[in-house]
């Protein structure tokens, strides 16, 4: 088959594409710079050139049918595709780059202790760092995005992941805070935690388990008046080192902030789930992505840790 079949010009396909999108002609058309009636010609040469009836004229108002719609999907998505390996080939001949995303705690707790040693990996890799403030992810599924890291069940459309760390949560306080309160010490029971303030993230914005949740899976219930809640992790850090109560900390996300011994871990309770961590990208075996993937896998483990023994207080 000839790589240029018989389909009708860019222009018509872009003007079914912006026609749909809008659900008008005279917005599309200013869109693409043409006159309205420029638009209505391509659609008819599309309709003609397949067959297809792509909108319904009723009166002075048009309406899209099934069959526009799914043209114009496939028209986006080949013009996506063909922006993306624009951008891919203009950043590679541009010199070496790597991009990657994650939420803002995530980076401060767990990409920035590797940034030294990623770097070093990489050796003449440039590696720029994306962050944001939501968990949405929009932001990530940018063209120029390589890996990024994302919380949830590890499914996403159109895009590839493997699991970093599965969610499993426990409780934390400052050292100072366990050594004012000696009863932290050696938890046999959830019960202490129950008679001091508790730090929780903001749920509404932030996903996981929250304080309710993991103490409802030990048929627990906190006051209202404990909790205190906070828009990100590194606020809540924060609130912790001035000693104004306890937190939840995620296992391997958190694990280099426990390495500190800023923070003790208060017995060996933990809340896991079937969400997690998660490598994501379109394709986890492109170059330099799997470079990247194989890295972040070989490095779960706190900075210079060589054993797990901090983990617990004792």
Same mark, same amino acid.
Not at 105 to 120: F, I, K, T
């Given at each position: 088959?000839p790589?240029?079949?018989d389909l009708p010009?860019?222009?018509?396909l872009a ?8 659900g ?7 869109? %693409? ?9 391509h659609? /008819?040469? #599309?309709e =003609?050139?397949?067959? @297809? +009836?792509l909108?319904?004229?009723r ?10 719609q799914?043209i ?13 390996t624009?951008?891919?080939?203009q ?16 980076g ?6 590797r ?5 070093g990996?990489?050796?003449d890799t ?7 403030t ?20 590890g ?8 699991l %970093? ?10 050292? /100072?805070? #366990?050594? =004012?309160?000696?009863? @932290? +010490?050696?938890?046999?029971s ?15 914005r ?22 205190q ?25 958190h ?9 003790v ?15 994501v990208?379109?394709?986890?075996s492109?170059k ?14 706190p ?12």
């Amino acid at each position: 088959m000839p790589l240029r079949r018989d389909l009708p010009s860019l222009n018509a396909l872009a003007a079914v594409e912006a026609a749909v999108r809008f659900g008008n002609f005279s917005q599309a058309a200013r869109e %693409l710079d043409v006159a309205a009636s420029a638009v209505s010609r391509h659609i /008819a040469q #599309v309709e =003609q050139w397949s067959g @297809l +009836r792509l909108f319904e004229r009723r009166g002075r108002h048009v309406f899209v049918t099934p069959e526009g719609q799914a043209i114009a999907e496939s028209v986006r998505n080949g013009f996506d595709d063909i922006a993306r390996t624009i951008e891919r080939l203009q950043r590679e001949s541009a010199g070496a780059l790597v991009t990657i995303a994650c939420s803002f705690d995530v980076g401060c707790a767990w990409l920035m202790p590797r940034y030294s040693d990623l770097r070093g990996f990489l050796k003449d890799t440039d590696v720029r760092i994306v962050t944001a403030t939501t968990w949405t992810y929009v932001e990530f599924d940018t063209p120029d995005i390589d890996l990024s890291i994302r919380f949830g069940d590890g499914k996403w459309a159109n895009y590839e992941s493997t699991l %970093l760390y599965p969610e499993r949560a426990f409780p934390v306080a400052s050292k /100072a805070f #366990v050594e =004012q309160h000696p009863e @932290l +010490r050696n938890l046999s029971s959830i019960g202490p935690l129950l008679t001091h303030p508790l730090l929780d993230l903001d749920n509404g914005r932030v996903p996981g388990l929250n304080w309710r949740r993991w103490l409802g899976e030990f048929d627990a219930t906190p006051n209202h008046t404990q909790l205190q809640r906070f828009p990100s992790h590194v606020m809540l850090t924060q609130s912790m080192e001035r000693g104004e109560g306890i937190a939840l900390f995620w296992e391997g996300i958190h694990d280099d902030l426990l390495a500190t011994g800023r923070f003790v871990r208060l017995g060996k309770f933990s809340v896991a789930t079937d969400n997690g961590y998660y490598l994501v990208a379109r394709d986890l075996s492109r170059k330099p992505v799997e470079s990247l993937v194989s890295f972040f896998l070989n490095n779960r483990k706190p900075t210079g840790c060589q054993n797990d023994s901090w983990l617990v207080a004792t």
